[in-house]
Protein backbone atom coordinates (compact mmCIF):
# COMPACT_ATOMS: atom_id res chain seq x y z
CA UNK A 1 0.00 0.00 0.00
CA UNK A 2 1.57 3.04 -0.91
CA UNK A 3 0.21 6.26 1.89
CA UNK A 4 1.85 8.69 -1.00
CA UNK A 5 -0.04 7.78 -3.96
CA UNK A 6 -1.21 10.18 -6.15
CA UNK A 7 -2.79 8.52 -8.85
CA UNK A 8 -6.25 9.99 -9.74
CA UNK A 9 -9.25 7.82 -11.05
CA UNK A 10 -11.47 9.24 -13.87
CA UNK A 11 -12.24 12.79 -13.82
CA UNK A 12 -15.70 14.08 -14.40
CA UNK A 13 -14.47 15.23 -17.70
CA UNK A 14 -13.03 12.09 -18.65
CA UNK A 15 -15.87 10.24 -18.47
CA UNK A 16 -18.06 12.42 -20.17
CA UNK A 17 -16.33 11.34 -23.24
CA UNK A 18 -16.53 7.74 -22.64
CA UNK A 19 -19.81 6.18 -23.21
CA UNK A 20 -22.60 7.42 -21.20
CA UNK A 21 -23.89 5.16 -18.90
CA UNK A 22 -27.88 4.26 -18.80
CA UNK A 23 -27.80 5.97 -15.37
CA UNK A 24 -26.02 6.79 -12.01
CA UNK A 25 -25.48 5.32 -8.39
CA UNK A 26 -24.52 7.63 -5.83
CA UNK A 27 -23.55 6.15 -2.60
CA UNK A 28 -23.36 7.95 0.39
CA UNK A 29 -22.14 7.28 3.55
CA UNK A 30 -22.92 9.32 6.84
CA UNK A 31 -20.16 8.99 9.59
CA UNK A 32 -21.10 10.32 12.42
CA UNK A 33 -20.42 10.12 16.44
CA UNK A 34 -21.70 12.08 19.11
CA UNK A 35 -18.80 14.07 20.73
CA UNK A 36 -18.01 12.11 23.46
CA UNK A 37 -14.57 13.24 25.48
CA UNK A 38 -13.85 12.91 29.06
CA UNK A 39 -10.48 13.63 30.03
CA UNK A 40 -11.51 13.92 33.58
CA UNK A 41 -11.42 9.96 34.03
CA UNK A 42 -8.73 7.04 32.65
CA UNK A 43 -11.16 5.49 31.38
CA UNK A 44 -14.61 6.34 29.56
CA UNK A 45 -17.02 3.25 28.54
CA UNK A 46 -18.71 5.35 25.86
CA UNK A 47 -15.14 6.53 24.13
CA UNK A 48 -15.22 2.96 23.65
CA UNK A 49 -17.87 3.98 20.26
CA UNK A 50 -15.39 6.16 18.57
CA UNK A 51 -12.05 3.15 18.75
CA UNK A 52 -15.01 0.39 17.98
CA UNK A 53 -15.81 2.99 14.47
CA UNK A 54 -12.26 3.04 13.58
CA UNK A 55 -11.41 -0.65 14.22
CA UNK A 56 -13.93 -1.98 12.21
CA UNK A 57 -15.10 0.68 9.60
CA UNK A 58 -13.30 4.05 9.25
CA UNK A 59 -9.51 2.31 8.61
CA UNK A 60 -11.13 -0.75 6.57
CA UNK A 61 -12.71 2.21 4.79
CA UNK A 62 -9.79 4.00 4.28
CA UNK A 63 -7.51 0.85 3.39
CA UNK A 64 -9.92 -0.08 0.40
CA UNK A 65 -10.10 3.27 -1.18
CA UNK A 66 -6.49 3.34 -1.01
CA UNK A 67 -6.36 -0.31 -2.36
CA UNK A 68 -8.80 1.22 -5.27
CA UNK A 69 -6.78 4.34 -5.80
CA UNK A 70 -3.61 2.46 -5.92
CA UNK A 71 -5.32 -0.10 -8.33
CA UNK A 72 -6.43 2.97 -10.91
CA UNK A 73 -10.03 1.47 -10.28
CA UNK A 74 -12.43 5.03 -11.12
CA UNK A 75 -14.95 5.39 -9.25
CA UNK A 76 -16.51 8.47 -7.62
CA UNK A 77 -17.62 7.67 -4.10
CA UNK A 78 -19.87 10.36 -1.51
CA UNK A 79 -19.47 10.96 2.46
CA UNK A 80 -20.03 13.28 5.04
CA UNK A 81 -18.06 13.63 8.86
CA UNK A 82 -19.72 15.59 10.99
CA UNK A 83 -17.75 18.17 12.99
CA UNK A 84 -18.16 16.24 16.09
CA UNK A 85 -16.35 12.94 14.28
CA UNK A 86 -13.57 15.22 12.79
CA UNK A 87 -13.31 16.79 16.22
CA UNK A 88 -12.43 13.55 18.12
CA UNK A 89 -10.55 12.08 15.00
CA UNK A 90 -7.68 14.78 15.47
CA UNK A 91 -7.97 15.02 19.38
CA UNK A 92 -4.44 14.16 20.74
CA UNK A 93 -5.95 12.60 24.00
CA UNK A 94 -8.14 10.55 21.81
CA UNK A 95 -5.82 9.44 19.76
CA UNK A 96 -3.63 8.18 22.54
CA UNK A 97 -6.36 6.31 23.86
CA UNK A 98 -6.87 4.46 21.07
CA UNK A 99 -3.80 3.16 20.38
CA UNK A 100 -3.29 1.71 23.62
CA UNK A 101 -7.02 -0.11 23.19
CA UNK A 102 -5.09 -1.45 19.80
CA UNK A 103 -2.57 -2.61 22.37
CA UNK A 104 -4.55 -4.19 24.19
CA UNK A 105 -7.01 -5.58 21.63
CA UNK A 106 -3.50 -7.35 19.96
CA UNK A 107 -2.65 -8.82 23.50
CA UNK A 108 -6.16 -10.58 23.95
CA UNK A 109 -6.17 -11.63 20.29
CA UNK A 110 -2.46 -12.74 20.95
CA UNK A 111 -4.19 -14.78 24.34
CA UNK A 112 -6.83 -16.21 21.66
CA UNK A 113 -4.67 -17.67 19.44
CA UNK A 114 -3.49 -20.08 21.93
CA UNK A 115 -6.40 -20.46 24.29
CA UNK A 116 -8.59 -21.78 20.89
CA UNK A 117 -4.96 -23.42 19.01
CA UNK A 118 -5.79 -27.02 18.47
CA UNK A 119 -9.45 -26.98 19.24
CA UNK A 120 -12.17 -25.56 16.82
CA UNK A 121 -10.08 -25.01 13.43
CA UNK A 122 -12.44 -22.58 12.56
CA UNK A 123 -12.69 -20.41 15.87
CA UNK A 124 -8.53 -20.57 15.50
CA UNK A 125 -8.72 -19.11 12.22
CA UNK A 126 -10.87 -16.45 13.34
CA UNK A 127 -8.66 -15.77 16.16
CA UNK A 128 -5.90 -15.45 14.02
CA UNK A 129 -7.80 -13.41 11.89
CA UNK A 130 -8.96 -10.85 14.65
CA UNK A 131 -4.84 -10.76 15.75
CA UNK A 132 -3.95 -10.07 12.26
CA UNK A 133 -6.75 -7.23 11.98
CA UNK A 134 -5.57 -5.55 14.66
CA UNK A 135 -2.12 -5.57 14.04
CA UNK A 136 -2.98 -4.16 10.60
CA UNK A 137 -5.23 -1.69 12.07
CA UNK A 138 -2.32 -0.58 14.17
CA UNK A 139 -0.36 0.19 11.51
CA UNK A 140 -2.44 1.77 9.23
CA UNK A 141 -3.21 4.06 12.10
CA UNK A 142 0.50 4.98 13.05
CA UNK A 143 2.16 4.49 10.28
CA UNK A 144 0.32 4.88 7.02
CA UNK A 145 -2.21 7.66 7.63
CA UNK A 146 0.12 8.84 10.96
CA UNK A 147 -2.89 9.22 13.17
CA UNK A 148 -4.87 11.82 11.06
CA UNK A 149 -7.86 10.16 9.51
CA UNK A 150 -9.09 13.23 8.93
CA UNK A 151 -6.00 13.98 6.23
CA UNK A 152 -6.65 11.17 5.01
CA UNK A 153 -9.84 11.76 4.08
CA UNK A 154 -9.29 14.90 2.87
CA UNK A 155 -6.52 13.38 0.39
CA UNK A 156 -8.52 11.56 -1.24
CA UNK A 157 -11.20 13.96 -1.63
CA UNK A 158 -8.49 16.16 -3.21
CA UNK A 159 -7.88 12.95 -5.46
CA UNK A 160 -11.14 13.32 -6.87
CA UNK A 161 -12.55 10.30 -5.54
CA UNK A 162 -14.51 11.02 -2.67
CA UNK A 163 -16.76 13.81 -2.05
CA UNK A 164 -17.18 14.65 1.46
CA UNK A 165 -20.14 16.59 2.81
CA UNK A 166 -20.52 19.21 5.64
CA UNK A 167 -23.20 18.81 8.15
CA UNK A 168 -24.81 20.53 11.12
CA UNK A 169 -22.44 21.68 13.99
CA UNK A 170 -22.98 19.29 16.25
CA UNK A 171 -25.90 16.74 14.54
CA UNK A 172 -28.56 18.81 15.82
CA UNK A 173 -32.07 17.57 14.23
CA UNK A 174 -33.23 20.21 12.87
CA UNK A 175 -37.13 20.52 12.27
CA UNK A 176 -37.28 20.17 16.16
CA UNK A 177 -34.97 23.80 16.41
CA UNK A 178 -36.94 25.66 13.41
CA UNK A 179 -38.78 27.63 16.11
CA UNK A 180 -35.38 29.11 16.40
CA UNK A 181 -33.85 30.68 13.20
CA UNK A 182 -30.77 31.56 14.66
CA UNK A 183 -30.25 28.67 16.23
CA UNK A 184 -30.83 26.72 13.35
CA UNK A 185 -28.29 29.08 11.37
CA UNK A 186 -25.54 28.75 13.83
CA UNK A 187 -25.72 24.82 13.56
CA UNK A 188 -25.53 25.50 9.69
CA UNK A 189 -23.07 28.20 9.97
CA UNK A 190 -20.76 26.22 12.22
CA UNK A 191 -20.72 23.08 10.63
CA UNK A 192 -20.24 25.04 7.53
CA UNK A 193 -16.90 26.49 9.15
CA UNK A 194 -15.73 23.13 10.61
CA UNK A 195 -15.72 21.84 7.24
CA UNK A 196 -13.73 24.23 5.49
CA UNK A 197 -10.94 24.27 8.81
CA UNK A 198 -11.69 20.25 8.19
CA UNK A 199 -11.11 19.96 4.22
CA UNK A 200 -9.84 23.13 2.81
CA UNK A 201 -12.31 24.15 0.96
CA UNK A 202 -16.07 25.21 0.54
CA UNK A 203 -18.84 22.44 0.71
CA UNK A 204 -21.05 21.60 -2.00
CA UNK A 205 -23.37 19.33 -0.21
CA UNK A 206 -24.77 19.53 3.37
CA UNK A 207 -25.92 16.27 5.00
CA UNK A 208 -29.08 17.07 7.24
CA UNK A 209 -28.40 14.96 10.46
CA UNK A 210 -31.31 12.58 10.01
CA UNK A 211 -32.09 13.60 6.84
CA UNK A 212 -34.41 16.19 9.14
CA UNK A 213 -36.06 18.64 6.17
CA UNK A 214 -38.38 21.50 6.74
CA UNK A 215 -39.95 23.92 4.64
CA UNK A 216 -37.63 26.83 4.25
CA UNK A 217 -34.98 25.24 5.62
CA UNK A 218 -32.80 25.85 2.00
CA UNK A 219 -32.73 29.67 2.36
CA UNK A 220 -30.35 29.20 5.83
CA UNK A 221 -28.15 26.69 3.53
CA UNK A 222 -27.86 28.80 0.85
CA UNK A 223 -26.12 31.60 2.62
CA UNK A 224 -23.51 29.40 3.09
CA UNK A 225 -23.27 28.68 -0.83
CA UNK A 226 -24.92 25.23 -0.48
CA UNK A 227 -26.11 23.04 -3.41
CA UNK A 228 -27.33 20.39 -2.49
CA UNK A 229 -28.11 18.06 0.40
CA UNK A 230 -30.39 14.43 0.93
CA UNK A 231 -33.70 14.03 2.21
CA UNK A 232 -35.71 10.82 2.51
CA UNK A 233 -37.68 9.18 -0.40
CA UNK A 234 -41.06 10.76 0.95
CA UNK A 235 -39.21 13.90 1.01
CA UNK A 236 -38.91 14.31 -2.47
CA UNK A 237 -41.97 12.30 -3.64
CA UNK A 238 -44.60 14.45 -1.30
CA UNK A 239 -42.96 17.48 -2.72
CA UNK A 240 -45.76 20.20 -4.06
CA UNK A 241 -46.06 20.40 -7.36
CA UNK A 242 -44.79 16.49 -7.64
CA UNK A 243 -42.29 15.53 -9.08
CA UNK A 244 -41.83 14.28 -12.79
CA UNK A 245 -38.82 12.25 -12.26
CA UNK A 246 -39.94 10.56 -8.62
CA UNK A 247 -36.60 10.14 -6.45
CA UNK A 248 -34.62 9.34 -9.48
CA UNK A 249 -33.47 13.30 -10.39
CA UNK A 250 -33.17 16.17 -7.73
CA UNK A 251 -35.83 19.09 -7.24
CA UNK A 252 -34.99 22.35 -7.25
CA UNK A 253 -36.03 23.96 -3.82
CA UNK A 254 -38.48 26.79 -4.28
CA UNK A 255 -37.13 29.12 -1.73
CA UNK A 256 -33.81 28.99 -2.63
CA UNK A 257 -31.61 27.49 -5.58
CA UNK A 258 -30.51 24.26 -3.29
CA UNK A 259 -31.60 20.86 -4.86
CA UNK A 260 -32.32 18.20 -3.03
CA UNK A 261 -31.86 14.61 -3.65
CA UNK A 262 -33.93 11.72 -2.50
CA UNK A 263 -32.91 8.50 -0.91
CA UNK A 264 -34.05 5.26 -3.17
CA UNK A 265 -35.92 2.84 -1.44
CA UNK A 266 -35.50 -0.11 -2.82
CA UNK A 267 -31.48 0.33 -2.56
CA UNK A 268 -32.07 1.02 1.11
CA UNK A 269 -34.40 -2.08 1.83
CA UNK A 270 -31.68 -4.34 0.12
CA UNK A 271 -29.23 -3.28 2.66
CA UNK A 272 -31.05 -1.63 5.92
CA UNK A 273 -34.13 -4.43 5.85
CA UNK A 274 -34.09 -6.73 8.76
CA UNK A 275 -35.90 -9.46 6.59
CA UNK A 276 -34.22 -9.02 3.08
CA UNK A 277 -31.23 -7.02 3.51
CA UNK A 278 -27.73 -8.49 2.78
CA UNK A 279 -26.20 -8.29 6.71
CA UNK A 280 -28.77 -10.97 7.48
CA UNK A 281 -26.90 -13.42 5.28
CA UNK A 282 -26.29 -17.08 7.19
CA UNK A 283 -22.41 -16.65 6.33
CA UNK A 284 -22.06 -13.20 7.86
CA UNK A 285 -20.57 -12.64 11.12
CA UNK A 286 -22.68 -12.73 14.27
CA UNK A 287 -22.62 -9.05 16.10
CA UNK A 288 -23.86 -10.24 18.91
CA UNK A 289 -21.94 -13.11 20.48
CA UNK A 290 -18.89 -11.39 21.14
CA UNK A 291 -16.08 -13.30 23.66
CA UNK A 292 -16.71 -10.37 26.07
CA UNK A 293 -20.20 -12.10 27.03
CA UNK A 294 -19.09 -15.58 26.75
CA UNK A 295 -15.63 -15.71 28.04
CA UNK A 296 -14.72 -16.28 32.04
CA UNK A 297 -14.76 -12.62 33.50
CA UNK A 298 -11.66 -13.06 35.09
CA UNK A 299 -9.81 -14.01 31.42
CA UNK A 300 -11.59 -10.97 30.07
CA UNK A 301 -10.95 -8.12 33.28
CA UNK A 302 -7.80 -6.56 31.64
CA UNK A 303 -9.60 -5.88 28.33
CA UNK A 304 -13.24 -4.73 29.48
CA UNK A 305 -14.23 -1.84 31.48
CA UNK A 306 -12.16 -1.78 34.84
CA UNK A 307 -15.32 -2.02 36.87
CA UNK A 308 -15.56 -5.73 35.45
CA UNK A 309 -19.19 -4.39 33.47
CA UNK A 310 -19.00 -6.61 30.30
CA UNK A 311 -18.35 -4.80 26.86
CA UNK A 312 -18.02 -5.91 22.97
CA UNK A 313 -14.40 -6.92 22.50
CA UNK A 314 -14.91 -7.22 18.96
CA UNK A 315 -13.87 -11.15 18.55
CA UNK A 316 -16.46 -12.87 18.33
CA UNK A 317 -16.47 -16.19 16.39
CA UNK A 318 -19.83 -17.01 15.15
CA UNK A 319 -22.02 -16.21 12.24
CA UNK A 320 -25.37 -15.75 11.59
CA UNK A 321 -26.47 -19.22 10.96
CA UNK A 322 -30.60 -18.03 11.52
CA UNK A 323 -31.41 -15.02 12.88
CA UNK A 324 -34.22 -16.70 14.37
CA UNK A 325 -32.60 -19.34 16.54
CA UNK A 326 -29.73 -18.64 19.06
CA UNK A 327 -27.87 -21.66 18.25
CA UNK A 328 -25.06 -20.13 16.18
CA UNK A 329 -22.62 -22.17 14.10
CA UNK A 330 -18.55 -21.02 13.62
CA UNK A 331 -18.10 -18.23 11.59
CA UNK A 332 -16.26 -18.93 8.28
CA UNK A 333 -14.35 -16.25 6.89
CA UNK A 334 -14.07 -17.12 3.17
CA UNK A 335 -17.56 -18.30 2.94
CA UNK A 336 -18.59 -14.61 3.93
CA UNK A 337 -16.37 -13.10 1.65
CA UNK A 338 -17.79 -14.95 -1.17
CA UNK A 339 -21.29 -13.87 0.32
CA UNK A 340 -20.55 -10.40 0.03
CA UNK A 341 -19.28 -10.51 -3.47
CA UNK A 342 -22.79 -12.29 -4.65
CA UNK A 343 -24.35 -9.97 -2.76
CA UNK A 344 -22.15 -7.22 -4.63
CA UNK A 345 -23.31 -8.98 -7.63
CA UNK A 346 -27.05 -9.08 -6.74
CA UNK A 347 -27.35 -5.18 -5.46
CA UNK A 348 -25.97 -4.17 -8.77
CA UNK A 349 -28.45 -6.03 -10.94
CA UNK A 350 -31.01 -4.52 -8.72
CA UNK A 351 -29.99 -1.39 -9.78
CA UNK A 352 -29.37 -2.26 -13.35
CA UNK A 353 -33.13 -3.07 -13.58
CA UNK A 354 -34.41 -0.13 -11.92
CA UNK A 355 -32.64 2.03 -14.08
CA UNK A 356 -33.68 -0.10 -16.65
CA UNK A 357 -37.28 0.05 -15.81
CA UNK A 358 -37.29 4.25 -15.08
CA UNK A 359 -35.19 5.35 -17.88
CA UNK A 360 -37.83 5.25 -20.84
CA UNK A 361 -40.10 7.50 -18.48
CA UNK A 362 -37.50 10.51 -17.96
CA UNK A 363 -35.77 12.92 -19.89
CA UNK A 364 -32.27 12.16 -18.44
CA UNK A 365 -30.51 9.43 -16.80
CA UNK A 366 -31.80 8.18 -13.61
CA UNK A 367 -29.86 8.59 -10.60
CA UNK A 368 -30.44 6.52 -7.60
CA UNK A 369 -29.22 7.93 -4.44
CA UNK A 370 -28.12 5.17 -1.54
CA UNK A 371 -27.28 6.80 1.82
CA UNK A 372 -26.42 4.74 4.24
CA UNK A 373 -24.67 4.93 7.98
CA UNK A 374 -21.09 4.46 7.32
CA UNK A 375 -20.72 2.46 10.62
CA UNK A 376 -23.14 -0.18 9.36
CA UNK A 377 -20.37 -1.56 6.90
CA UNK A 378 -17.92 -3.18 9.37
CA UNK A 379 -19.31 -2.34 13.07
CA UNK A 380 -23.07 -3.84 12.39
CA UNK A 381 -22.25 -5.61 9.08
CA UNK A 382 -18.58 -6.85 9.23
CA UNK A 383 -18.46 -7.81 5.92
CA UNK A 384 -19.71 -4.76 4.49
CA UNK A 385 -16.11 -2.66 3.75
CA UNK A 386 -15.22 -6.11 1.42
CA UNK A 387 -18.89 -5.74 0.08
CA UNK A 388 -18.27 -2.23 -0.90
CA UNK A 389 -14.90 -2.90 -2.45
CA UNK A 390 -16.52 -5.98 -4.44
CA UNK A 391 -19.70 -3.61 -5.74
CA UNK A 392 -17.38 -0.69 -6.62
CA UNK A 393 -14.87 -2.91 -8.57
CA UNK A 394 -17.48 -4.95 -10.40
CA UNK A 395 -19.37 -1.39 -11.31
CA UNK A 396 -15.97 -0.30 -13.00
CA UNK A 397 -15.15 -3.18 -15.23
CA UNK A 398 -18.19 -5.56 -14.90
CA UNK A 399 -20.22 -3.29 -17.14
CA UNK A 400 -21.46 -0.17 -18.75
CA UNK A 401 -25.05 0.77 -18.05
CA UNK A 402 -24.49 1.83 -14.55
CA UNK A 403 -21.96 4.53 -13.25
CA UNK A 404 -20.94 5.85 -9.59
CA UNK A 405 -21.24 8.98 -9.61
CA UNK A 406 -21.15 12.40 -6.68
CA UNK A 407 -24.66 14.80 -6.56
CA UNK A 408 -22.20 17.55 -7.60
CA UNK A 409 -21.01 16.00 -10.35
CA UNK A 410 -24.84 15.20 -11.37
CA UNK A 411 -26.15 18.70 -11.12
CA UNK A 412 -22.65 19.39 -13.32
CA UNK A 413 -24.26 17.27 -15.96
CA UNK A 414 -28.08 18.30 -15.75
CA UNK A 415 -28.10 21.43 -14.50
CA UNK A 416 -31.90 22.26 -15.23
CA UNK A 417 -34.09 20.45 -12.75
CA UNK A 418 -37.59 20.84 -11.66
CA UNK A 419 -38.71 23.62 -9.34
CA UNK A 420 -40.85 22.20 -5.78
CA UNK A 421 -40.83 22.37 -2.16
CA UNK A 422 -39.67 19.10 -0.69
CA UNK A 423 -42.14 17.92 2.57
CA UNK A 424 -41.22 18.12 5.52
CA UNK A 425 -39.73 14.76 6.59
CA UNK A 426 -37.28 12.58 8.23
CA UNK A 427 -35.46 9.06 8.21
CA UNK A 428 -35.99 6.51 10.90
CA UNK A 429 -39.61 4.82 12.41
CA UNK A 430 -42.36 6.68 11.08
CA UNK A 431 -40.64 8.90 8.59
CA UNK A 432 -41.95 11.99 10.17
CA UNK A 433 -39.38 12.81 13.32
CA UNK A 434 -41.12 10.00 15.41
CA UNK A 435 -37.56 8.97 16.86
CA UNK A 436 -36.10 12.54 18.20
CA UNK A 437 -39.47 13.51 18.86
CA UNK A 438 -41.62 11.05 21.75
CA UNK A 439 -42.48 10.50 25.27
CA UNK A 440 -38.98 9.11 26.25
CA UNK A 441 -37.22 12.41 24.62
CA UNK A 442 -39.92 15.52 24.66
CA UNK A 443 -38.79 17.07 27.96
CA UNK A 444 -35.59 18.06 26.32
CA UNK A 445 -36.97 20.19 24.26
CA UNK A 446 -38.55 23.02 26.59
CA UNK A 447 -34.89 23.56 27.90
CA UNK A 448 -33.04 23.74 24.40
CA UNK A 449 -35.62 26.22 23.31
CA UNK A 450 -34.90 28.56 26.55
CA UNK A 451 -31.29 28.12 25.82
CA UNK A 452 -31.72 29.36 22.35
CA UNK A 453 -33.47 32.21 23.10
CA UNK A 454 -30.87 32.96 25.87
CA UNK A 455 -28.04 32.26 23.42
CA UNK A 456 -29.36 34.82 20.99
CA UNK A 457 -29.98 37.39 23.53
CA UNK A 458 -27.01 37.19 24.84
CA UNK A 459 -25.30 37.67 20.88
CA UNK A 460 -27.32 40.59 20.71
CA UNK A 461 -26.80 41.91 23.66
CA UNK A 462 -22.83 41.89 23.64
CA UNK A 463 -21.85 42.59 20.29
CA UNK A 464 -18.31 43.11 20.95
CA UNK A 465 -17.10 40.81 24.10
CA UNK A 466 -13.87 40.48 24.91
CA UNK A 467 -11.87 38.53 27.18
CA UNK A 468 -13.22 36.53 29.64
CA UNK A 469 -17.28 37.81 28.39
CA UNK A 470 -16.14 36.71 25.13
CA UNK A 471 -14.71 33.14 26.41
CA UNK A 472 -17.84 32.82 28.47
CA UNK A 473 -20.68 33.49 25.20
CA UNK A 474 -17.97 31.31 23.47
CA UNK A 475 -18.52 28.32 25.43
CA UNK A 476 -22.26 29.08 26.32
CA UNK A 477 -22.34 28.16 22.39
CA UNK A 478 -20.61 24.96 22.87
CA UNK A 479 -22.56 23.53 25.51
CA UNK A 480 -25.61 24.59 23.59
CA UNK A 481 -24.82 23.00 20.63
CA UNK A 482 -23.98 19.89 22.28
CA UNK A 483 -26.63 19.58 24.32
CA UNK A 484 -28.92 19.83 20.86
CA UNK A 485 -27.14 17.29 19.65
CA UNK A 486 -29.85 14.70 18.31
CA UNK A 487 -27.62 11.79 19.70
CA UNK A 488 -28.98 11.84 22.74
CA UNK A 489 -32.77 12.31 21.57
CA UNK A 490 -32.04 8.94 19.49
CA UNK A 491 -30.51 6.91 22.63
CA UNK A 492 -33.45 7.42 25.22
CA UNK A 493 -36.35 6.17 22.42
CA UNK A 494 -34.16 3.43 21.46
CA UNK A 495 -33.27 2.70 24.95
CA UNK A 496 -29.71 1.92 24.99
CA UNK A 497 -27.03 3.99 26.62
CA UNK A 498 -29.91 5.84 27.95
CA UNK A 499 -28.94 7.01 31.34
CA UNK A 500 -25.43 8.39 29.77
CA UNK A 501 -27.28 10.03 26.98
CA UNK A 502 -29.98 11.72 30.08
CA UNK A 503 -26.54 12.50 31.94
CA UNK A 504 -24.97 14.64 28.86
CA UNK A 505 -28.00 16.20 27.84
CA UNK A 506 -28.89 17.35 32.07
CA UNK A 507 -24.85 18.01 32.12
CA UNK A 508 -24.73 20.13 29.27
CA UNK A 509 -27.83 22.03 30.05
CA UNK A 510 -26.41 23.28 33.47
CA UNK A 511 -23.35 24.45 32.65
CA UNK A 512 -25.03 26.92 30.23
CA UNK A 513 -27.43 27.75 32.82
CA UNK A 514 -24.29 28.46 35.04
CA UNK A 515 -22.84 30.07 32.48
CA UNK A 516 -25.81 33.01 31.73
CA UNK A 517 -26.08 33.05 35.19
CA UNK A 518 -22.63 34.88 35.68
CA UNK A 519 -23.01 36.75 33.00
CA UNK A 520 -26.37 38.15 33.72
CA UNK A 521 -24.88 38.78 37.30
CA UNK A 522 -21.38 39.69 35.81
CA UNK A 523 -19.68 37.40 37.91
CA UNK A 524 -18.29 34.34 35.93
CA UNK A 525 -16.92 31.37 37.77
CA UNK A 526 -13.76 31.22 35.71
CA UNK A 527 -12.29 27.50 37.46
CA UNK A 528 -15.86 26.14 36.40
CA UNK A 529 -15.68 28.17 32.89
CA UNK A 530 -11.60 26.53 32.75
CA UNK A 531 -12.69 23.38 32.88
CA UNK A 532 -15.44 23.54 30.60
CA UNK A 533 -13.58 25.00 28.05
CA UNK A 534 -10.91 21.98 28.64
CA UNK A 535 -13.87 19.02 28.58
CA UNK A 536 -15.84 20.45 25.80
CA UNK A 537 -13.12 22.01 23.54
CA UNK A 538 -14.64 21.47 20.25
CA UNK A 539 -15.46 24.11 17.62
CA UNK A 540 -11.93 26.39 18.82
CA UNK A 541 -13.14 29.09 16.64
CA UNK A 542 -16.47 29.19 17.49
CA UNK A 543 -17.89 32.74 17.57
CA UNK A 544 -21.04 33.09 19.52
CA UNK A 545 -22.09 36.31 17.35
CA UNK A 546 -23.52 33.67 14.83
CA UNK A 547 -26.53 33.55 17.17
CA UNK A 548 -27.02 37.29 16.91
Not at 67 to 89: E, I
Not at 109 to 129: D, Q, V
Not at 277 to 282: A, I, L, T, V
Not at 358 to 366: H, I, Q, T, W
Request: some cysteine; aromatic content about 12%.
Amino acid sequence: MNKNSNVVPQTLSARRNARAPKGYLCLVLHAHLPFVRHPENDYMLEENWLYEALTETYLPLLAHVTTLVDDRVPFRLTMSLTPTLCSMLSDALLQERYLRRLDKLIELAEKETCRTAGKNPEFSAAAAMYLERFTRCRWLYEEVFERDCVAAFRKFQEQGVLEILASAASHAFLPAMQSSREAVRAQIKTGADAYRGSFGRDPLGFWLPECGYYPGLETILDEEDIRYFIVDTHGVLYADPRPACGAFAPVVCSGAPVAAFGRDGASSRSVWSADEGYPGHPEYREFYRDIGFDLDIDYLKPYIDPAGIRVQTGIKYYRVTDRKSPDKEPYRRLEALRAADEHAADFLRKRENDLRSCAPLMDRPPCIVAPYDAELFGHWWYEGPEWLNFLIRKIAFDQGNIALITPSDYLALHPQNQRCEPSFSSWGEGGYSAMWLNESNDWIYRHLSRMEERMSECARRFPDARGLLRRTLNQMARELMLAESSDWAFIMKSGTMVNYAVRRTREHITAFLQLYEGVVKNAVDEKLLATLESRNNIFPDIDYRVYA
